[in-house]
C-alpha cells in the first residue's frame, strides 16, 4: 500500500505564483491534514478535513486554500506565494487515532 | 490552550549512553500523546504512543500527569537513533483528531 502520497516533492516559485500541493491516501481514513515544518517551530496545522465535504482553517491558514475532493484526495493551494511560505508541508491521514503522514513537499518561494 | 514544550532543541550524546528526550504539555482535559521521529529526509513515522504503554527500539515514555510530562528515554543509544524527535498532543476537534506538535528535538548520537 501507499499510504500517503505527496506531490510533487520539490518545488521552486516566484513571489506570486500560484500552486497546488496535492495529497491522497489508500488507508479509508476519515481525516486529513495538512501542516507546515520550519526549524525551531515544529509543525504547524494549517487546514484540516474531518471529513468528506468539510474542511476547517487550522493554526496557520493565511495565504491558503484547501479542497477535500473526494475522500482520498486533499489538496493545498497558495494562490499568491510569498517568501514566508518557503517551507516543508506535510500531508496526513487518520482513522481516529494516529497519523499517517506522507513524504513531504519542500518548497521554495524566490 | 494546548501546547508542547520540548526545551532542548539539540541534544548530542554518546553511543551507549542513555538518552532523555524531554517534553511537557499544556492541557486541562485528559491528554493523549505520541512521539513522532523523522530520520534524515523521510517522513514522520509514529513512535510511541502513551496509550499503548510500548517498548519501540528501546524507547520508553512515561506519562506523568502531575508534572505534564512525557519523556522519551532509552537506557543505550544507537547511532541509528540520530533523528529529529516531535511530542505531540491529541486534542479532539469537530470529529478530527488534531495533533499539536512540540518544536522538536534534533538527537545526535557520536560514536
Known amino acids: 500500500n501507499a499510504g500517503v502520497t505527496q506531490t510533487p516533492k520539490f518545488q521552486v516559485l516566484k513571489t506570486g505564483q500560484s500552486m497546488t500541493l496535492q495529497c491522497a491516501q489508500d488507508?479509508?481514513?476519515?481525516?486529513m491534514y495538512w501542516y507546515r515544518q520550519d526549524p525551531g517551530m515544529g509543525l504547524r496545522l494549517i487546514y484540516y478535513s474531518a471529513s468528506e465535504g468539510t474542511t476547517d482553517k487550522g493554526e496557520v491558514p493565511n495565504g491558503y486554500n484547501v479542497s477535500r475532493l473526494n475522500k482520498r484526495e486533499f489538496s493545498l493551494r497558495l494562490e499568491s506565494a510569498a517568501p514566508s511560505q518557503t517551507s516543508v508541508y506535510f500531508c496526513?491521514?487518520?482513522?481516529?487515532?494516529?497519523?499517517?503522514f506522507g513524504s513531504g513537499t519542500r518548497l521554495t518561494v524566490v | 490552550a494546548q501546547r508542547v514544550t520540548q526545551p532542548e532543541k539539540l541534544l548530542s550524546v554518546f553511543k551507549g549512553a542513555p538518552v532523555e528526550l524531554k517534553c511537557n504539555y499544556s492541557y486541562s482535559g485528559s491528554p493523549e500523546l505520541f512521539w513522532y521521529v523523522q530520520y534524515s529526509r523521510q517522513r514522520l513515522q509514529l513512535l510511541l504512543r502513551h496509550i499503548s504503554r510500548e517498548s519501540i527500539k528501546g524507547f520508553t515514555a512515561d506519562l506523568n500527569k502531575g508534572e505534564t510530562s512525557f519523556h522519551l528515554k532509552k537506557p543505550f543509544a544507537q547511532e541509528e537513533d540520530s533523528a529529529m524527535y516531535y511530542c505531540?498532543?491529541?486534542?479532539?476537534?469537530?470529529?478530527?483528531?488534531?495533533?499539536?506538535f512540540g518544536q522538536g528535538t534534533r538527537l545526535t548520537i557520536n560514536p
Open positions: 488507508m479509508n481514513h476519515n481525516s
Open positions: 496526513a491521514s487518520s482513522p481516529g487515532a494516529g497519523y499517517t
Open positions: 505531540a498532543l491529541s486534542t479532539q476537534i469537530q470529529g478530527a483528531q488534531k495533533l499539536v
